[in-house]
């Protein structure tokens, strides 16, 4: 009887997973993906959406007809339950569907409650909703400028999303002519500048002090963020930072409904794996992307999380798809690939600059690390947004 794949979620984890393991055993197998949105979104151009260089129709595309040019059925309702003995998934209003292998890439919700005022006084970019919500406000503080601060709060992971929107930042206020009065500040849990939650790269520290001297952007490093008031952050050693914008990225947290799941998760949300994405005690059910556990290997003065990002995303998807195939044809799971041990490919857009990020392991320790900063790395990022959602929405997932 042919075996039924289900998975969880749409974006880079669950839109990759689903058409590689169709792919995978060349269409001998159902595939259903269930997810809450039915759009792709291209989170890494989020940063670009407050300043008015994207819209929501340049960074999304429907994703049901790429599912169903690849014979894969689509439902559009969030997962509210999953029954690990009837191998059963709940959504929507009171509907189950039934797999053989599950794939859960259902990805992150903001921390909202991390600081008091967080939601009330600052905007973010973390979410679509949530990044235009950021551009309405960018265009009234240009009506009436003022200090601005930036920051990746306790526990953030995302902090590449933080430096990219704080150089923007610096670039469109220098276009607006603006660079010369505006106070810009960087509010930072990192324990040193360009830790990136990543444990730092060869002259990181150095490259991202001369990028910062050179926007003239004041930093606070290695701090919490005790409470955001009305026009002003107040960090944990009680320093006060006015402001008339402030744009905070926050914590990431699993879905809530994971966390009901028999034990699959822990207190965040995030379920715990093993480095086949298999789930720790159920070898037919696998978690990549965002909604995968990953251990922080180090303890920071104030807390950092670890920046789950697209290309280990992919990866997962596809080490989850390949063992799901063999699975499926009556093999053992023999894909392998520890999160620390993917590597780090990614780029840091400056406006019109930026930094090109390279090594061969997400984590430490490392064999080999580089930062390429120039004007070259901007382009890549342009190069990149068109590239990816080209090749999701034909649903090309196993080009590179
Ligand atoms: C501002 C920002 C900038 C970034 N920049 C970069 C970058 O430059 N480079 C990079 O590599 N990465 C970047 N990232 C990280 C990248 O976006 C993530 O790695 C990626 O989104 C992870 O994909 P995912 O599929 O695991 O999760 P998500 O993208 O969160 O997708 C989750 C999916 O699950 C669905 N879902 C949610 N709840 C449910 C439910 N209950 N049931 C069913 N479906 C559900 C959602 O609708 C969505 O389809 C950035 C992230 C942000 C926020």
């Not at 029954?83 to 209003?93: D, I, P, R, W, Y």
């Not at 993917?342 to 090594?359: E, H, T, Y």
Request: hydrophobic fraction near 40%; glycine fraction near 10%.
């Amino acid at each position: 009887m042919r075996k039924k794949v289900v998975v969880l979620g749409s974006n880079f984890g669950g839109l990759t997973a689903a058409l590689a393991v169709k792919h995978e055993l060349e269409g001998d197998v159902d595939v259903t993906v269930v997810s809450a949105g039915d759009h792709f979104l291209f989170n890494p151009s989020l940063i670009w959406l407050p300043f008015g260089r994207r819209e929501r129709e340049d960074i999304t595309f429907p994703v049901a007809p790429t599912f169903e040019s690849h014979d894969v059925d689509f439902v559009h309702a969030a997962a509210t339950g999953i029954n690990l003995e009837a191998k059963t998934v709940s959504h929507g209003s009171g509907q189950t569907v039934g797999y053989d292998y599950l794939v859960i890439a259902t990805g992150y919700h903001n921390k909202d409650d991390v600081v008091p005022g967080f939601k009330e006084n600052a905007v973010t970019i973390t979410t679509l909703e949530e990044a235009e919500r950021a551009h309405v406000a960018w265009k009234r503080y240009l009506e009436k400028p003022g200090d601005i601060v930036i920051a990746a709060s306790q526990s953030a992971g995302c902090f590449g999303a933080a430096y990219e929107f704080l150089f923007n930042t610096a670039y469109h206020l220098r276009k607006n002519g603006l660079h010369k009065d505006v106070r810009l500040t960087y509010v930072t849990s990192e324990p040193f500048l360009g830790h990136f939650g990543i444990g730092g790269l060869p002259h990181g520290e150095q490259l991202l002090g001369a990028f910062l001297k050179k926007e003239g952007i004041e930093s606070r490093i290695n701090v919490a963020i005790d409470h955001i008031d009305d026009g002003a952050m107040v960090l944990g050693d009680g320093e006060q930072l006015p402001f008339a914008f402030s744009m905070v990225v926050p914590p990431f947290l699993g879905q809530d409904f994971l966390k009901e799941v028999d034990g699959i998760a822990d207190e965040k949300g995030y379920v715990n794996v093993r480095d086949t994405y298999q789930t720790v005690g159920h070898d037919d059910v696998y978690a990549v992307g965002v909604a995968a556990a990953v251990d922080v290997p180090w303890q920071t003065p104030t807390p950092v999380g670890i920046p789950k990002t697209g290309f280990p995303t992919e990866v997962m998807a596809h080490t989850a798809a390949s063992n799901i195939a063999a699975q499926v044809r009556g093999e053992e799971p023999h894909e392998s690939k520890g999160f620390g041990d993917i590597k780090a490919v990614c780029v840091m857009d400056a406006g019109n600059n930026g930094v090109i990020i390279l090594a061969d392991k997400m984590l430490p320790p490392r064999k080999h690390g580089v930062l390429i900063p120039g004007p070259q790395a901007h382009l890549m990022k342009l190069g990149f947004e068109k590239y990816f959602l080209w090749k999701s929405r034909n649903g090309y997932v196993n080009l590179p």
